[in-house]
């Protein structure tokens, strides 16, 4: 009988076990093998200097993104719009415009909410979208980290795409830089979208939500609904 | 049991991605992202260049996922090899960087020229399954591997009982070796 993964963890680790398990690993070919390659992994993670991992700019994901033809391809089903080239996106002036107006008409009611538990998804930060014409607060949107993950979870009112579709989007407080989060199906009204941890330091802090064209532009419409800034 | 929290929600991960599901791609990127671009970072020297091979991977895994076979091994092995071909290309200069595109996913030689180090793509895999074994694991390894403490002082520091750390060291080894294993077409099933 091998002693479990555990056991051999420990053997591997140079923790003191008991002479039977010692005897059995020391004289089983199998039990060798991996309390070596345990010890192998052992060796590279504290390896000198550590490697540092470096995550990509977020702009590689735009990138990815439009080159996907993004939300609309999904919808319309067409792979051809996979073929289209990469282009930087640029922040339509609209924006510019309403963060010179005074940013961000939809409510700055972000509050850092006291995290919870930390096995199930604790909500990191939080703010009400509320619509650009009225300020009238139609939904919300909460940044939840669940173990490594964080998740942007969107909920709204019901919302009137037209005949296109709804979009949600972080925009960067310097006003120059967005990306798009996903898509609300039709008749949705309630989304988890999985974001990369480092959005909210680089400043991607405005959620957005917009209405969108089948109109093979990856860019924003222009046509948002509802907006709320997350605190810093 | 972390590694598997993210991928409870009814369909695996793995699934979903070769269904096409574009939310699936999402949560690939952010798990696999970093390592792809360090890999990249280290065999081109350059953010630019790095930047613009992750976009590759991504692109080249997303577009042929249908022929990504889970039995033959894991997406994040799957990801390494595509970043090592994309690599290869980009030192080779003999494809400009968009056939990459096209022609990753056939098998070809590699080229050994700008390869990073069989040694370095472990650690960064290590390095990357480490920051992914969730809380608090990944602190109690750091504690233990990088902070040089002893069991009983990250006991202590976290105000965890000893038991529970020393648990927490071994069951996050044993998921270090078995993403290891899974990037180097190693499964052994355990």
Known sequence: MHPDDDLLAAVALGETIDDDT????????ECRREVGELRDVLAIVT????VSLTKPNPDVWDQI?????RAGDELISSDRRDDRRARPRRIMPWVAGAAAAGLVVGGVSGAIIVRGDEATSAVVATTALKTLDTDRADGTANVERRGSRLDLAVRTGPLDAGSGYIEVWLINSDQKRMVSVGVLPPGTSEKRFPIAADLLTQGYLIVDVSREAFDDKPQHSGDSLLRGTLPA | MTGDDIESPATPLIERFREGDRDALAEVYQRWSALVYSIALRSVGNRSDAE???QLVFMSAW??????RPESGSLAGWLVGITRHSCADHHAGRARLHAVLNSVAQERVLET???VEDTVVDQLVVANGLAELGEPRTSILQLAFFGEMTHEEISRRLDLPLGTVKSHIRRGLIELRNRLKEVNGDASGR
């Open chain 1, 22 to 29: 010692h005897q059995h690993v020391w004289g089983c070919i």
């Open chain 1, 47 to 50: 390896q000198r200097p550590p």
């Open chain 1, 65 to 69: 993104e439009a080159q996907l033809g």
């Open chain 2, 52 to 54: 613009d091979l992750t």
């Open chain 2, 63 to 68: 577009r042929s996922r249908h022929t990504f």
């Open chain 2, 113 to 115: 020229h700008g390869q």
